[in-house]
């Protein structure tokens, strides 16, 4: 299968954006492992005085998961698919949310600049043609010392985990994607993994970016060894997390 990228997949997204938080909801953890992720970040104050990105933001479970661990600050929110960001827009958010339709790639046209504190990127990495950019692109826009999560399908490169990743797609992700009319988006999401790096490898790629303290931590329950936070730090020195 030739994965979907840029426009094909915006718009695989849209498609699937009316049903898309249906579909998560079956998935046991999914926001409380974005809330964990988020909650990794170690923001202090609940937020306030800070300026934080969402990119990548979908339906915003992820900006909700932001403002779950930080109340006080300020999110921009992301994303390429207007019909996922038109879902998210719609639902009920304190005044300093803001929504905004851009790529990950082409942030600056979009008007989002930087310093932020810290950025948030949950299953979006694995989507990207140029990984790489856009991490060299996220470090450029955080302040000096300011943290990335990263919450993403990086599996561990244990067969076990591999295996449980097959039979759960098979299984359950695909059958659903189909009946909801969005199978190509959820064959998409089964090779997009297979493909990606595993974390270890994310992390190094990571590190390559110029980022620091870079820690890979795992998620609780089915996930485990297929789910990870990535955690670093824009500064040269500071360990990044908690």
Known sequence: MTLLRDETLSA??????????RLVAVNPGYHSHLRRSAR??????????LRLLDLGCGT??????????A????????????????QAAAKPWPPGVTFVHASAEHLEQAGVRGPFDAVFAAYLFRNLADPDAVLSAVRALLAPHG???????TLSGRRADSLVWWAVCK?????????????????????????FDTAEQFAARTRRAGFSGVRVLPLPGWQTGIV????????????AGR
């Not at 695989?12 to 938080?21: K, N, P, S």
């Not at 300020?74 to 038109?86: F, H, Q, R």
């Not at 943290?147 to 399908?153: D, I, N, P, S």
Request: no cysteine; charged share 15%.
């Open 12 to 21: 695989a997204f849209d498609h699937a954006a009316r049903t898309y938080d």
């Open 40 to 49: 990794r970040l170690g923001l202090p104050g609940g937020g306030a005085g």
């Open 60 to 69: 915003g479970a992820s900006t909700a998961a932001l403002l779950h661990v």
């Open 71 to 86: 109340p006080l600050a300020e999110i921009v929110a992301v994303d390429a698919s207007p019909g996922m960001l038109a």
């Open 147 to 153: 943290r990335l999560a990263v919450h993403e399908y």
């Open 171 to 195: 299984a359950v992700v695909q059958p659903a994607g189909t009946l909801a009319g969005d199978a190509a988006l959820y064959d998409h999401l089964f090779h997009s993994v297979t493909r």
């Open 228 to 239: 990870h936070t990535v955690l670093a730090s824009a500064g040269p020195d500071e360990e």
